[in-house]
Nanobody, 126 residues
Framework: QVQLVESGGGSVQAGGSLRLSCAAS????????MAWFRQAPGEQREGVAG???????MYADSVKGRFTISKDNAKNTLYLQMNSLKPEDTAMYYC????????????????????WGQGTQVTVSS
């Protein structure tokens, strides 16, 4: 079955950087759209960045210019490089995947993705 396992979260000061990883297994990795979502306590889950099967990326306005999504098909791994972190980036970060058209994936609705990891916590202090 599809498995997604995130890692790389932690605690950093504002202005710092982290790189999240999501190791995928159980499906044809290169044929799935993938995305990163985050959820802060008391908030709804929101899309952060997504990537199409041809590596076309998209980003939420709140992270454009600071975050970079990428994937390594040979390693079946999705990444999220996060730079210039802000306290408002504090949240649980989840990776998601599904074999859906990019037009649906880029809408960044959690309900569009069937497969999810368990999450990794990112805490940014001021």
């Amino acid at each position: 079955q599809v498995q997604l396992v995130e890692s790389g979260g932690g605690s950093v000061q504002a202005g710092g950087s982290l790189r999240l990883s999501c190791a995928a297994s159980g499906y044809t990795y290169s044929s799935y759209c993938m995305a990163w979502f985050r959820q802060a306590p008391g908030e709804q889950r929101e899309g952060v960045a997504g990537i199409d099967t041809d590596d076309t990326p998209m980003y939420a306005d709140s992270v454009k210019g600071r975050f970079t999504i990428s994937k390594d098909n040979a390693k079946n791994t999705l990444y999220l490089q996060m730079n210039s972190l802000k306290p408002e980036d504090t949240a649980m970060y989840y990776c998601a995947a599904d074999s859906i058209p990019w037009v649906h994936a880029r809408a960044m609705r959690p309900s569009n993705f069937r497969y999810w990891g368990q999450g990794t916590q990112v805490t940014v202090s001021s």
